[in-house]
T-cell receptor, first 114, second 111 residues
Framework: DAGVIQSPRHEVTEMGQEVTLRCKPI?????LFWYRQTMMRGLELLIY????????DSGMPEDRFSAKMPNASFSTLKIQPSEPRDSAVYFC???FGQGATEAFFGQGTRLTVV | KQEVTQIPAALSVPEGENLVLNCSFT??????LQWFRQDPGKGLTSLLL?????REQTSGRLNASLDKSSGRSTLYIAASQPGDSATYLC??????????FGGGTRVLVKP
């Protein structure tokens, strides 16, 4: 298996633009997570899906952030409009089962908003 | 609210020395604890996962212990090598698949 695949790897955009980050989880995994990593706050969970259904979105910082999982093999994280403080590395992770299971991470998308 | 702390934030050792990395957490009601490695500009690689019912887990030169009652985990890396240089993160699953991460320990193994 190729692991969790994220695209793009790097994104530079201007403030106010819409940004869409993409994730393909490991085949057969039924839980998907979006995390954000910054120097100041470390790794933070933004949202968690189980069987394509959002279970916990309490980490989504503002209404400008939205995430979807239309099927078991694809998820998006959208920021509209983007702001410079959204600059971070965004990671997608997947796991199988619910509770006490190992999480596998993608390579991340480095977002820079100028 | 679960809080995870890793001390020290950075560590430098000569090659061949054993590494000891510490992780503490505030709420002992956890499902599991996971140790990850992160290389600069890369994603996270899972190293070891310890279930809440286990006391330790081993993989090659790596050994991780878990003491839930005291809220501590330790990752031991035997006979360190320059290739072990990376940031090591521990994460606690206290809500069923919801990981809370520590700030990480940045390790440098000098040849």
């Amino acid at each position: 298996d190729a692991g969790v695949i994220q695209s793009p790897r790097h994104e530079v955009t201007e403030m106010g633009q819409e940004v869409t980050l993409r994730c393909k989880p490991i085949s057969g995994h039924n839980s998907l997570f979006w995390y954000r990593q910054t120097m100041m706050r470390g790794l933070e969970l933004l949202i968690y899906f189980n069987n394509n259904v959002p279970i916990d979105d309490s980490g989504m910082p503002e209404d400008r952030f939205s995430a979807k999982m239309p099927n078991a093999s694809f998820s998006t994280l959208k920021i509209q409009p983007s702001e410079p403080r959204d600059s971070a590395v965004y990671f997608c992770a997947s796991s199988f089962g619910q509770g006490a299971t190992e999480a596998f991470f993608g390579q991340g998308t480095r977002l820079t908003v100028v | 609210k679960q809080e995870v702390t890793q001390i020290p934030a950075a560590l430098s050792v000569p090659e061949g020395e054993n590494l000891v990395l510490n992780c503490s957490f505030t709420d002992s009601a956890i499902y599991n604890l996971q140790w990850f490695r992160q290389d600069p500009g890369k994603g996270l690689t899972s190293l070891l996962l310890i279930q809440s019912s286990q006391r330790e887990q081993t993989s090659g030169r790596l050994n991780a212990s878990l003491d839930k009652s005291s809220g501590r985990s330790t990752l031991y890396i035997a006979a360190s090598q320059p290739g072990d240089s990376a940031t090591y993160l521990c994460a606690v699953d206290a809500a069923g698949n919801k990981l809370t991460f520590g700030g990480g320990t940045r390790v440098l193994v000098k040849p």
